[in-house]
RNA sequence: GGGCGGGUGGUGGAAUUGGUAGACACGCUAGCCUUAGGAGCUAGUGCCGCAAGGCGUGAGGGUUCGAGUCCCUCCUCGCCCACCA
């Protein structure tokens, strides 16, 4: 009978159906989550990168249930987005719509290639019964003082017309559709995420994540540690005050500068200096931030006119306007030391500043000294290290009520409001007189509304709904509006795993026990992409959760793997661009299921980027025909010959497993076939092994065949087999000798043999004889198991 | 400029963590079988060489009986961040 991929996966995809495989209850004290990012269900479809992680996951969810785990491990879609309602501007058909026929593709394909999720759990964060806990979480923050609405200066998106955070700004672009992202001032809602600054810092050491997200979520976070220093005006009666993280280099500060931006700048610029200093703000202003970052090799600014009088010598410095003092950072001003600081410095060379050394390199150093040394022409901290220097100043600076020691973090506040449609509506209502009220919990979901005009305008489509806004205040009772805005789409997967725990509960926060029961998660795959915007605002909403008691643990994800990118045939990004994107329907229904999740998994290491190369599916597919055809020389006394092999198979493929390893896993399967197909029958239970260990990567495969071998039930209920360490040791082994460290001859030894019997058999070589005659043995290098190495001169 | 990760056959990649480099697979070559569809089987395949042998993990040094693996110096590629005071 061939091996006919079709009919067979076509069979085991109903049987699962019928017996909803994958699903689990809450019960049990062996509980495992696995989860892999869910996708934003996209009109493109199911991509090769989908099934590379998914398939992963599965393999080890399939393992881990033969081991006797109760593993979660479910899927849903991230169904919000702007995607679905830019194609609702551009042909009217409403995303609800667009969304649902994508999620249906996507469950089909899905299906398609034996993924064991638990559908029951099956969730989509645009359903109502989903984004009611979103629009509850909203208003717990809000009660809770971690969502807040500010007048600030935003990012503003030039395409998808609306704001946007922090994250999603890259280059000065909008992260998703490239289009400009210009600085206007908005009233929006936030979620306060800097508090936590220094817990999701320091939170990033207690988890199993790769060190690459680790250190850009640190970066982003940016902690730094110093000081600020008060300067007074001259002649004035305010003061700048100013962020350093070198306080131990004061004495050496020539010059201060605002940033363009700064509220000071108007007030202290002198009326000779104002035309210019008021162009430079004006072209300032123009710059986009990608100009702005353009630009950063030529540094320009202006002088204000005014001075400031340095704090520990009574200095008169000049005030200067520079765009290279960002007014987002810190306090948006700097004290300048242009002799240990390489902007300040060249900043200093151009505009002929006046460059004041206070700080002694402990060695000879070209250009600027920014690193640590010994403090000099610095009143106070003379002869002190950069250290000690630091603590003094830092001292004097707060026994003077001058400043002190001050932490600063680069993360801003998570700007949550969208001025879009395809969102979980903020319920929030507008009263005149009350301001904004909490929508009383029971009119939660507050649902989208459909009579609505998507062309963006700069205001929220919601705006324009007349059934939408038919509310009265809480508070008093008077006729008010609805909030129009959306919530950013990352505030929906923030949280959307709690969801999985408990997704038919209409009282879903109402118990933690659940949320406890499976949470944290244990094993979370996908792409580095989400490095600083999911992951973050997703351990965010951790955090306050833990803190206001609705869960029992601060980090959501203890081990986080990364799957690699996997590149068109020509080794660039797939894309529809450069039509070299892979449909992984074609392969499937060509190679069949297994085929290709066992080729996604054999091309290499799952972290590492690797080109599709479609020939070698056609090799595993080999190898699945190969491992189908031994069914036919079964024998029922096991081959003695394979035992230790079939030994080190299980151990090798179950700790692969474990450590994700599946490429190396699958060339240990493929030496095991290989030699049972070289051999003239195969025991029962030896191939029932084989069987085994290959049905989480092949499970249509392996599901038949563990029917074709008798066995009742599914494969997967069966126990996953060990194997005992010491079969796993071969009887004899080959030993290379070498002489002077080159291989000379080999031998057929047992792996303790004594040291002089390798080393009589091995003189007794005729090669290694050849090398040895008329040398004087000099030493016996003899690692029992491994080498002989016999060293001559 | 900073951070992280790489550089091994024609290709994707292995290497018990200091012990025979190139497992497994693709591709290629020859033959067989069928007879032309990217099917199957057998053998071969790191490089140079008829061979003996020599050379080989980005380059150069070092440690060691022994280095892809450890230590210096350098080259180079990828990703992420970047005027962050």
């Known amino acids: 009978m061939p091996y006919d991929h079709q009919s067979i996966e076509k069979k085991w995809q109903e049987v ?84 649902q026929t994508a999620i249906n593709t996507f469950r089909k394909q899905l299906k398609s290639i034996g993924l064991s999720f638990d559908w029951d759990r099956e969730i989509s964060t645009a359903d109502p019964s989903y984004y009611k806990w979103t629009q509850w979480l909203f208003l717990l923050f809000y009660k809770n003082g971690l969502a807040y609405r500010a007048k600030s200066p935003v990012n503003w998106c030039t395409g998808c017309n609306t704001v946007l955070a922090n994250e999603q700004v890259v280059d000065g672009v909008c992260e998703r559709c490239k289009n400009e992202v210009i600085q206007k001032e908005l009233e929006q809602w936030f979620f306060k995420i800097t508090d936590y600054a220094e817990r999701l810092l320091a939170g990033l050491d207690t988890v199993d994540w790769p060190e690459k997200i680790k250190a850009m979520q640190r970066n982003w976070i940016g902690k730094s540690v110093g000081a600020t220093v008060d300067f007074q005006l001259d002649g004035r009666d305010d003061k700048v005050t100013v962020f350093t993280t070198r306080p131990d280099t004061l004495y050496g500060a020539t010059y201060m500068v605002l940033a363009p931006e700064h509220a000071l700048v108007e ?76 902007r300040d410095h060249e900043f200093a060379v151009k505009y002929d500043i006046s460059i004041k050394e206070v700080v002694q390199a402990p060695e000879e150093v070209e250009g600027c000294f920014t690193g640590e040394g010994v403090a000099i022409n610095s009143g106070i901290l003379d002869g002190l290290s950069t250290v000690d220097a630091k603590a003094k100043m830092i001292e004097h600076l707060e026994q003077n009520g001058i400043g002190g020691a001050k932490t600063t973090y680069r993360i801003r506040d998570w700007l949550v409001s969208r001025q879009r449609y395809w969102g979980a509506p903020i319920p929030i ?126 980090e959501p994800f203890m081990k986080l793997r990364n799957q690699g990118l996997i590149l068109g045939p020509d080794g660039d990004k797939m894309s529809k661009s450069k039509g ?37 599916v056609v090799g595993v597919r080999r190898f699945l025909e190969k491992v189908w055809k031994l069914q036919n020389k079964l024998g029922e006394a096991p081959v003695e010959g394979l035992e230790t092999q079939l030994h080190k198979t299980i151990k090798k493929v179950t700790s692969d497993f474990e450590e994700l390893r599946f490429n190396t896993a699958i060339a240990k399967l493929m030496e095991l076939t290989n ?43 069966s126990t996953w087999p060990t194997y005992d360490e010491s079969k796993t040791v071969d009887d004899v082994i080959r030993m290379a000798v070498q002489v002077n460290g080159k291989v000379r001859g080999s031998l057929m030894v047992a792996p303790d043999a004594a040291e002089d019997a390798v080393l009589t058999a091995a003189r007794a070589d005729e090669n290694v004889a050849k090398h040895l005659e008329g040398k004087e043995t000099v030493k016996v290098i003899y690692v029992a198991g491994r080498i002989l190495n016999i060293v001559v001169k």
């Not at 209850?25 to 991509?47: E, V």
């Not at 229904?589 to 599709?612: C, H, N, T, V």
Request: hydrophobic share 40%; proline share 6%; charged share 25%.
């Open 429 to 554: 209502i507008w009263c005149e007189s009350c301001g904004p009220q909490a929508a009383p919990e029971e009119q939660l979901p507050v649902q989208l509304p459909d009579d609505v005009d998507f062309k963006p305008t700069g205001e929220s489509p919601l705006v324009g709904s007349k059934t939408f806004h038919e509310v009265t205040c809480p508070a008093c009772s008077a006729p008010a509006r609805r909030e129009s805005d959306t919530m950013d789409t990352f505030v929906d997967s923030s949280w959307y795993y709690l969801r999985y725990c408990d997704p038919h509960n209409d009282e879903a926060f109402a118990a933690r026990e659940k949320l406890d029961h499976w949470c944290p998660v244990d094993l979370y795959v996908g792409g580095a992409e989400h490095a600083v915007m999911h992951l973050l605002y997703a351990r965010f909403f951790s955090y306050a959760l833990h803190d206001l008691g609705y869960v029992g643990y601060e």
């Open 267 to 342: 007030q202290i610029v002198t009326d000779d200096q104002r035309a210019e200093v008021e162009a430079y703000r004006v072209a300032a202003g123009k710059k986009s931030a990608l100009e702005r970052t353009e630009l950063q090799k030529e540094k320009s600014g202006v002088f204000t006119g005014a001075y400031a009088i340095n704090p520990v010598n009574d200095e008169k410095i000049p005030v200067w306007v520079a765009d290279y003092v960002m007014v987002t950072y810190g306090t948006g001003a700097i004290m300048a030391v242009p002799a240990h600081d390489e």
């Open 16 to 99: 699962w159906e019928k017996s909803q495989e994958g699903r689990v209850d809450d019960s049990g004290t062996d509980a495992l989550y696995y989860l892999i990012m869910f996708p934003y269900p996209s009109g493109a479809g199911l991509h090769v990168g989908h099934v590379e992680s998914y398939s992963a996951v599965d393999i080890v969810s399939r393992m881990e249930r033969m081991r006797g785990k109760k593993v979660l491990f479910p899927i849903g879609y991230d169904a919000f987005g702007l995607p679905a309602e830019n194609y609702a501007i551009k042909t009217g058909v409403h995303p609800a719509q667009t969304t």
């Open 675 to 717: 030699a049972m197909t070289a051999t003239e029958s195969v025991g029962r239970d030896q191939y029932k092994i084989l069987v085994q260990l290959l049905a989480p990567l092949a499970p249509h495969l392996g599901e038949e065949l563990w029917q074709v071998l008798g066995h009742e039930g599914s494969v997967f209920a």
């Open 580 to 616: 070299n994107v892979v449909n992984p329907d074609e392969v499937v229904s060509q190679y069949g299921a297994d085929a290709i999740r066992l080729y996604e998994m054999f091309l290499g290491p799952l972290e590492d980027a690797k080109p599709w190369d479609t020939k070698g």
